[in-house]
């Protein structure tokens, strides 16, 4: 039989899926983070050679087709020399390569639905699809970009730390939880801390600055309403440029801070309203979005390297 496996990885966890022509689920497994930039390709590689093993274990089959959607791997460059890797592991000759976001927006839209994704867990980017065509917003990373994200709350975390502690602000709470979480003495220690740190790791404080912002903590309400705010712009941008729509788009919610269980998916639904939009209900999984894609592009008469691909 034909088998199709699918691969979402994150800044924090990577999950596969093994499915047959039918959408029968047919294994998964979950690892660690196989999000990448230039440096981790072969990281990346490894953390899929493992899981995909794992999940292929005892399974017989004719031909698997493997599609991977991984944060970080919208560069033409990253995502052939990441299709050539894979290929090389051979687990599968029809491999294709995607971002994250666009294979959890094949979960949730296929191929012609409109609709937007809005994603906010480690990073954040947005991706949408309407009559004006199909569009991206963020996604630009953690330097220059990521905006709403986990990181960016745990930086802006960081950075109220040692802005207290050269009396730029007033210390607060948030300072001494922050320290806390860390196992940190001083402000000071976290220049060594910071600059070993993992992005997930920075991600991690988002917890701590929105159970602070729930109990009321002013520096952490702050942060919190900031990225609402901004995470509310990726999706009225995407409403601005791809409409008119024609009845009330659907916003998927995706993400470790904005899903059903994140700590900021009832205050953005509220912060939503104001916008002309319906809040997508359906589970969402970019794994079984990934199967999804592979199963299109092996299917596909055409020329598939663009084949749900955002611009």
């Known amino acids: 039989m034909d088998i199709f ?9 990577t999950r596969v899926v093994l499915m047959d022509g039918h959408e029968v689920e ?14 981790s390709v072969s990281a990346s590689v490894e953390e899929i050679k493992t899981l995909c093993g794992k999940v292929l274990d005892g399974i017989e089959c004719s031909s698997i087709s493997l599609c991977a959607g991984l944060a970080g791997a919208g560069d033409t460059v990253i995502k052939k020399s990441l299709e050539s890797a894979i290929q090389e592991l051979g687990i599968s000759k029809d491999v294709s390569v995607r971002t994250d976001a666009e294979v959890t927006f094949m979960d949730a839209f296929g191929l012609t639905e409109s609709g937007i994704l809005l994603i906010a867990g480690t990073g954040s980017t947005a991706l949408g699809r309407g009559l004006n065509g199909s569009k991206r917003v963020g996604g630009w990373g953690s ?7 986990g990181y960016r709350i745990g930086l802006e975390s960081l950075r109220s730390v040692i802005q207290a502690q050269d009396e730029r602000m007033a210390s ?19 220049v060594t801390w910071v600059s070993s ?29 900031k990225a609402i705010d901004d995470l509310v712009i990726h999706v009225q941008t995407l409403l601005e440029n791809l409409g008119p729509w024609p009845s009330a788009p659907e916003i998927a ?10 700590p900021l998916h009832d205050d953005l639904i509220l912060a939503l309203e104001k916008l002309n939009c319906d809040i997508f209900k359906e589970e969402i999984d970019g794994a079984r979005g990934a199967c999804r894609m592979a199963a299109c592009i092996q299917d596909s008469e055409h020329n598939s390297s663009n084949l749900g691909v955002f611009p």
Do not use: F
């Open 253 to 262: 919610l995706h993400g470790g801070l904005i899903g059903p269980a994140g």
């Open 26 to 39: 047919l294994g998964r497994m979950v690892g660690s983070a196989s999000g990448l930039d230039k440096s």
């Open 197 to 225: 740190a993992e992005k997930s790791e920075v991600a991690a404080l988002a917890n701590l600055v929105c159970h602070m912002a729930d109990a009321g903590e002013e520096v952490s309400s702050s942060i919190v309403e």
């Open 172 to 190: 607060t709470s948030l300072v001494y939880e922050v320290l806390g979480a860390l196992e940190l003495n001083a402000p000071r220690d976290l």
């Open 5 to 13: 496996l699918g691969i979402d990885g994150g800044g924090t966890h």
């Open 143 to 149: 330097v220059i970009g990521d905006e709403g994200s």
